[in-house]
């Protein structure tokens, strides 16, 4: 059994990003928890027009807290009885905000894989036009780099609805997640009174698992980016294709991420603080 790491945006991306991840390592078994920078924040103006306003910034809420306590709170709830998150921790930072890039954040990120200790972080790609996305990624980095954790774990990077919004981004590994595409869907419609399904989900995260099902072989795809050691210095050679397989051109597909064989109490191999012991898992998918 592995432990699950996803850090995001907003809970409304939980299920946009990693939806399909989620549900296939909840399925088996896996411990799944959730860490999200800016959320609950305030209503949203699709749903909530008046919100926002000048001196009207929760709209027919009044307060955070009111917000919070009557739709927030239970977004969140809903979206990991959905998907099988076994927690959700909401940072409440404000977004687009300087202090996504501050200190404080690397202290609390490498605070909460110490508590944790996952075998697998997935977060944004680093590269795109989204300042809580990019902070999210490169607030991960710089944690593995820069601090001395208990256990170093494997990070993957998952991409962000459009190429519009993740720059530069390719897969170097695919998650199955035809058998869990509907809880993605259905954790969509959680949120903003089901307007997320229609406003996010079709337009956009749907054709983007279809086209990713479609490079590698099966019905609907997550695409994920690893972060090798050193950043590629220790990357392994491409995997091969074997007969149970659908042919593919890149890749070979699996439903979960798996952990890498790290040792405990090392420093991280990215950077450098580098064990010149270390040894990398190159079998992705094993």
Same mark, same amino acid.
């Given at each position: 059994m592995?432990? +699950?790491?996803?850090?995001?945006?907003y809970v409304d991306e939980i299920p946009l990003h990693a939806g399909g991840l989620i549900a296939n390592h909840a399925e088996a078994g896996d411990e799944v928890v959730v860490i999200v920078l800016c959320y609950p924040g305030y209503p949203s103006k699709v749903v909530y027009p008046e919100a926002r306003?000048? &001196?009207? +910034?929760? &709209?027919? @809420?009044?307060?955070?807290?009111?917000?919070t306590d009557r739709v927030a709170s239970k977004e969140k709830q809903d979206v990991a009885e959905v998907l099988g998150i076994n927690e959700i921790l909401t940072l409440d930072y404000e977004a687009y905000g300087d202090e996504l890039f501050s200190g404080e954040l690397i202290d609390k990120f490498a605070s909460l894989i110490n508590k944790?200790?996952?075998?697998i972080v997935v977060t944004h790609w680093p590269i795109g036009d989204y300042t809580d *996305?990019?902070?999210?990624? #490169?607030?991960?980095?710089?944690?593995?780099? #820069?601090?001395?954790?208990?256990?170093?774990?494997?990070?993957? $990077?998952?991409?962000?609805?459009?190429?519009?919004?993740?720059?530069? @981004?390719?897969p170097t590994i695919y998650v199955d997640i035809s058998e869990t595409m509907e809880k993605k869907r259905k954790a969509c419609s959680c949120i903003w009174k089901g307007m997320t399904e229609e406003y @996010? $989900?079709?337009? $956009?995260?749907?054709?983007?698992? #279809? *086209?990713r099902g479609r490079e590698c072989g099966v019905r609907y795809a997550e695409a994920?980016?690893? +972060?090798?050691?050193? @950043?590629?210095?220790?990357? &392994?050679?491409g995997l091969t294709v074997t007969e149970d397989r659908h042919p593919m051109s890149v890749d070979r597909t699996v439903k979960r991420l798996v952990r890498g064989n790290f040792r405990e109490g090392t420093y991280p191999t990215y950077g450098p603080n580098q064990d010149p012991k270390y040894e990398p898992d190159r079998k992705l998918g094993k």
């Open positions: 592995a432990k +699950l790491m996803v850090v995001t945006t306003e000048e &001196g009207n +910034l929760y &709209g027919r @809420f009044k307060t955070k807290q009111n917000y944790y200790t996952p075998d *996305f990019i902070a999210a990624g #490169s607030g991960v980095m710089r944690t593995i780099i #820069s601090k001395k954790l208990k256990k170093i774990p494997r990070v993957y $990077f998952s991409e962000t609805l459009t190429g519009k919004h993740t720059l530069c @981004f390719k @996010f $989900f079709w337009p $956009f995260a749907e054709p983007i698992a #279809s *086209f994920y980016a690893q +972060l090798y050691g050193t @950043f590629g210095i220790l990357r &392994g050679p």
